[in-house]
T-cell receptor, first 112, second 115 residues
């Protein structure tokens, strides 16, 4: 499993953009990079994923480095509801049910 | 929007007792998973399940654990003889396909407390 390194915590003001970094230097060529978040007292929630190209969806954007050893989750305008622990998890394509491997994640605090 | 549901939300049991945690995955999903999270720790993979058999299991998933899809809708995790260290939040997840490009949908979890 690819190892990940994320800051323990980050803070943001509401309505400001947030860039959440992740290093995954041991990622293999076929691992997709997934981001999930966990709001307080809830199960993990899918945010976004990508392989090589940058990706956008209604929740966030994902910027993937050219060498794929790091990625950045971008929340364009943080709200109080985005306060959560954010996990990046490279996911090995096993050809069958692909497990998610969670690290300690980044706890995002959003303030008014 | 379809969602994964889990019952009960909280289960309290005595050490050595058997517990069954229940999950109803999203109806058209074919891949099912159990994860657990001990308080204050990481979310850990336990087992994945497809086509009525285990696809992969972690070291945590020893002989005390078993999974079953007893009918077309439920997916259960059984712990045969609970230990204090089994106290955790248990999350069920499902996905439409098994590839690493596919998102997993998680349930709200069952908090298991072993006394």
């Amino acid at each position: 499993d690819a190892k990940t390194t994320q800051p323990n915590s980050m803070e943001s003001n509401e309505e400001e953009p947030v860039h959440l970094p992740c290093n995954h230097s041991t990622i293999s060529g076929t691992d997709y990079i997934h981001w999930y978040r966990q709001l307080p007292s809830q199960g993990p929630e899918y945010v976004i994923h990508g392989l090589t190209s940058n990706v956008n969806n209604r929740m966030a954007s994902l910027a993937i480095a050219e060498d794929r050893k790091s990625s950045t989750l971008i929340l364009h305008r943080a709200t109080l509801r985005d306060a959560a622990v954010y996990y990046c998890t490279p996911t090995l394509n096993t050809g069958t049910a692909s497990k998610l491997t969670f690290g300690t994640g980044t706890r995002l605090q959003v303030t008014l | 929007e379809p969602e994964v549901t889990q019952t009960p939300s909280h289960q309290v049991t005595q050490m050595g007792q058997e517990v069954i945690l229940r999950c109803v995955p999203i109806s058209n999903h074919l891949y099912f998973y159990w994860y657990r999270q001990i308080l204050g720790q990481k979310v850990e993979f336990l087992v994945s399940f497809y086509n009525n058999e285990i696809s992969e299991k972690s070291e945590i998933f020893d002989d005390q654990f078993s999974v079953e899809r007893p009918d077309g809708s439920n997916f259960t995790l059984k712990i045969r003889s609970t230990k204090l260290e089994d106290s955790a939040m248990y999350f069920c997840a499902s996905s439409e396909t098994g590839g690493s490009y596919n998102e997993q949908f998680f349930g709200p979890g069952t908090r298991l407390t072993v006394l």
